[in-house]
Nanobody, 122 residues
Framework: QVQLAESGGGLVQTGGSLRLSCAAS????????IGWFRQAPGKEREFVAA????????YYADSVKGRFTISRDNAKKTVYLQMNSLKPEDTAVYYC???????????????WGQGTQVTVSS
């Protein structure tokens, strides 16, 4: 079993920044990637970014490239999503999840956090 807990969401103005955290616990040793997804009201959940635990390989959706940065702290088993230059269209519930492979595919993820709300006001 793996537990994931997101934090750091909130309300921010357009152009502002937030940093989300995802703390992992439990049997994480057999999982290689942690990813961030988001779901806006009335829309499908979509991939945002992912990172590997070991080599630090990173993956980003085109919509966030250059604005969001994913990073990890292996000692703390925590992954961060630094979000800069936020736009109203970034408003969503953000989820972290963990998978063994295919880090950009939602269906590949086995465990999910409860989500954290990010609201960007215009």
């Amino acid at each position: 079993q793996v537990q994931l807990a997101e934090s750091g969401g909130g309300l921010v103005q357009t152009g502002g920044s937030l940093r989300l955290s995802c703390a992992a616990s439990g049997r994480t040793f057999s999982y290689y990637y942690i990813g961030w997804f988001r779901q806006a009201p009335g829309k499908e959940r979509e991939f945002v970014a992912a990172i590997s635990w070991s080599g630090g390989s990173t993956y980003y959706a085109d919509s966030v490239k250059g604005r969001f940065t994913i990073s990890r702290d292996n000692a703390k088993k925590t992954v961060y999503l630094q979000m800069n230059s936020l736009k109203p269209e970034d408003t969503a519930v953000y989820y972290c999840a963990i998978t063994r492979d295919r880090p950009t595919y939602e269906s590949a993820y086995d465990y999910w956090g409860q989500g954290t709300q990010v609201t960007v006001s215009s």
